[in-house]
T-cell receptor, first 114, second 115 residues
Framework: AQSVTQLDSHVSVSEGTPVLLRCNYS??????LFWYVQHPNKGLQLLLK??????LVKGINGFEAEFKKSETSFHLTKPSAHMSDAAEYFC????????????FGAGTTVTVRA | KAGVTQTPRYLIKTRGQQVTLSCSPI?????VSWYQQTPGQGLQFLFE???????NKGNFPGRFSGRQFSNSRSEMNVSTLELGDSALYLC??????????????FGPGTRLTVL
């Protein structure tokens, strides 16, 4: 069965410093991997996705993620945090074996200090 | 293109009642999926509809049901509401083909409170 583990439930960074959100996945088939962001009282917004093309994926708002099959990881990074990055982030996996149903990680809450 | 819309945005119901939530997908998207988000259980998949047929179902009781119309709009219904049904219900649409869903785009959600 597919699953996602987000290694940090909460990350706190200073504005202008790098952000790293860690995600490990389990999938028995070639997975598709996504990062979504959820601001308070909002729906989920797609940041980026990996679907077996380039292993380094660039997304919106300066975020990027690297797919590492050997480590079963898909960590999300941003070189310089902005106050508007404060939100909850979800790492998501889907694959054909599970009929493309999305499996979500528990989420990482990011706070940004001025 | 307009995004995914969900109505209503907020609902308050009492135990035992039933509720219907509505979702309008992005124009051209034929797949609609529903998710329940709670602080304790996180985001959980309810079901997916494609071309008016339920294609996938999560592990929820039969009180949770849905349907999709010919214009791809979808509704989900929860009967005999329980306190534990209080949650944010999210709808997502994708331009799915026969091979399965593509990237899913989410609506703002409907916040259901059961008293």
């Amino acid at each position: 069965a597919q699953s996602v583990t987000q290694l940090d439930s909460h990350v706190s960074v200073s504005e202008g410093t790098p952000v790293l959100l860690r995600c490990n996945y389990s999938s028995s088939y070639s997975p598709s991997l996504f990062w979504y962001v959820q601001h308070p009282n909002k729906g989920l917004q797609l940041l980026l996705k990996y679907t077996s093309a380039a292993t380094l994926v660039k997304g919106i708002n300066g975020f990027e993620a690297e797919f590492k099959k050997s480590e079963t990881s898909f960590h999300l990074t941003k070189p310089s945090a902005h106050m508007s990055d404060a939100a909850e982030y979800f790492c998501v996996v889907s694959d054909q074996v599970n009929d493309y149903k999305l499996s979500f990680g528990a989420g990482t809450t990011v706070t940004v200090r001025a | 293109k307009a995004g995914v819309t969900q109505t209503p945005r907020y609902l308050i119901k009492t135990r035992g009642q039933q509720v219907t939530l509505s979702c309008s997908p992005i124009s051209g998207h034929r797949s609609v999926s529903w998710y329940q988000q709670t602080p304790g259980q996180g985001l959980q998949f309810l079901f997916e509809y494609f071309s008016e047929t339920q294609r996938n179902k999560g592990n929820f009781p039969g009180r949770f049901s849905g349907r999709q119309f010919s214009n791809s709009r979808s509704e989900m219904n929860v009967s005999t509401l329980e306190l534990g049904d209080s949650a944010l219900y999210l709808c997502a649409s994708s331009s799915a083909g026969a091979g399965g869903p593509d990237t899913q785009y989410f609506g703002p959600g409907t916040r259901l409170t059961v008293l």
